[in-house]
């Protein structure tokens, strides 16, 4: 909930009090030590109203007007300002532009609220964490009935667990040898500069707009990483490696953000990133944040820039030296050429008209002979390639003769015929030897036949009755009377048995 900063003062003791005093907190279990700079105490013309005295019949308060009369004490026992150190914690900016925030030291907390007009002065954006010394005074929100320091500035104080981690890990590197070693040197005229940053950001339109305006033929190759947060050394690491797996398709690598607050800039403070920049076949170029910003990076990047604009400046300088260079000879050789056309001219005031004409004569006629020599030079040259293109055009038609349509067909007709030759040929040879395999075969069927067994004069049995249809075999099978048909041959005959003997 926010506090109404715009309720008024009820008591004004700033008049009354004729001395300051100094009141320090106690230290317990080794907490952090809370200073206030308290208003100065009330003269003996002006005491502090006393505390109010229970009566003997107990004053009947609502809650508004309770808190409104503690209010007025608090406030007119603190009216000055006061200056209170502590940690942020549960920090909550509103849409309104003011922020929320409790200041902690230990077990003791204290809501804090920073109103719009004077958190748009901060030069840092107040975190979870980070250490401050509040510049305020003490008033109560009577909506909540708690008590609350309305803030009028913050100054960061001591150091923080990043800026510790930070000094801890740039001391370590430095021990180790990392910042002193051997920096790799920039090459002289890049064709391609690998930029590790966010092709959104501020800093790739400005090293674009440098790179124009100085050196617009060297490409830029941009590896879209994460400036900020959580994966800021994950992708700035990921891509140092990559552009290092393809040294040709760049020179150097830069890595470019704008600027930030300490925390902003925390990714680059990470160790594996730091120690993939030392590992690196290529130069890196470091440019992050501003000039005041100082990351790990920087200490272990083969160059420094102050920002991402001076990093572009740095890499193209080789090439601008060389252009300003170039204009420069050339305003010599345009003022030297100025020179000489005006001594010509002053020699051409002395000379003679008959000098003059004479020497217009001989130079038209060196020309006229030099033309003539270039025309006998120009046929002698289409006369060679009149001939050298008549070769080639006899060794083409040879060549066509060679492989004539004509030609190859009747050599391909010749080709089918003897294939149909060859053919016909198989085809007959096949189906003599087919025939001849059925001759065959048939003689075999005709030898298992049982037609030729009743050639020779047998016969086959059936009996009609009971079952028609049924080879008698047996002769005990058969009786008197029954009636049996005889298979012969040629035809077949119908008969009654008129007696049966089984021998």
């Known amino acids: 909930m926010a506090a109404d900063d715009s309720t008024p003062s009820f008591l004004d003791l700033h008049a009354l009090r004729s001395k300051r005093r100094k009141v320090k907190s106690l230290q317990a279990n080794d907490l952090p030590q809370l200073t206030f ?87 840092f954006k107040p975190k979870d964490g980070l250490a401050v010394e509040v510049r305020g005074r003490i008033s109560v929100y009577e909506t909540r009935g708690q008590l609350q320091l309305i803030a009028e500035s913050l100054r960061p104080r001591g150091t923080g667990a990043l800026q510790l981690a930070f000094e801890q890990l740039r001391d370590r590197l430095r021990r180790e040898g990392l910042f002193d070693r051997p920096r790799k040197p920039l090459p002289p005229f890049p064709h391609c500069i690998g930029i590790v940053t966010s092709p959104n950001g501020a800093a790739i339109r400005d090293i674009i707009h440098v790179v124009r305006r100085r050196h617009a033929r060297l490409n830029l190759l941009i590896y879209p990483a994460v400036m900020q947060g959580a994966q800021c050394a994950s992708t700035v690491t990921a891509g140092i490696r990559w552009f290092n797996r393809n040294p040709d398709r760049v020179d150097l690598i830069l890595l470019a953000r704008g600027g930030g607050s300490f925390e902003d800039l925390a990714g680059f403070n990470d160790e594996a990133l730091a120690r993939t920049i030392v590992a690196s076949a290529l130069p890196v170029v470091s440019a992050i944040g501003h000039e005041i910003d100082h990351t790990i990076a920087d200490y272990v990047a083969d160059l420094r820039a102050p920002t991402p604009s001076a990093a572009a400046e740095l890499v193209t300088a080789a090439q601008h030296r ?38 217009l004569r001989d130079s038209i006629g060196r020309r006229e002979q030099r033309i003539d020599e270039l025309r006998f030079r120009l046929d002698y040259a289409n006369a060679r390639l009149q001939r050298h293109n008549a070769a080639r055009l006899a060794a083409l038609e040879a060549r066509l003769r060679r492989h004539d349509p004509t030609v190859r067909i009747g050599h391909i007709s010749r080709r089918l015929e003897i294939a149909k030759a060859r053919l016909s040929a198989q085809a007959v040879q096949l189906t003599a030897q087919r025939r001849i395999r059925l001759e065959r075969a048939a003689l075999r069927l005709s030898a298992l036949s049982p037609l030729a067994v009743l050639n020779r004069g ?46």
């Not at 150190?85 to 003791?108: M, Q, V």
């Not at 300003?324 to 000379?351: K, N």
């Open 458 to 503: 047998y016969a086959i049995v059936y009996l009609e009755d009971p079952q028609p249809e049924t080879i008698l075999r047996n002769s005990a099978d058969a009786r008197p009377s029954q009636t049996i048909r005889a298979r012969l041959a040629k035809g077949s005959v119908r008969a009654v048995i008129s007696e049966t003997n089984e021998q």
């Open 37 to 123: 700079d308290l208003a100065p105490a009330p003269s003996e013309s002006s005491p502090l109203p006393p505390p109010r005295k229970i009566a003997a019949e107990p004053i009947l308060y609502t809650v508004r007007q309770l808190i409104a009369e503690l209010r007025q004490y608090v406030e007119g026992a603190y009216t000055g300002i006061l200056n209170v150190e502590g940690e942020i914690s549960n920090c909550r900016p509103a849409a309104s532009g003011h922020i929320y925030f409790t200041l902690k030291d230990g077990d003791a907390q204290l809501p804090v609220v920073l109103f719009r007009r004077n958190a748009q002065l901060l030069g």
């Open 322 to 359: 060389i252009e300003e260079r170039v204009l420069s000879l050339e305003r010599r050789v345009q003022r030297a050429g100025e020179f000489h056309v005006m001594r010509a001219r002053q020699r051409l005031q002395r000379l003679s008209a008959e000098q003059v004409l004479a020497r």
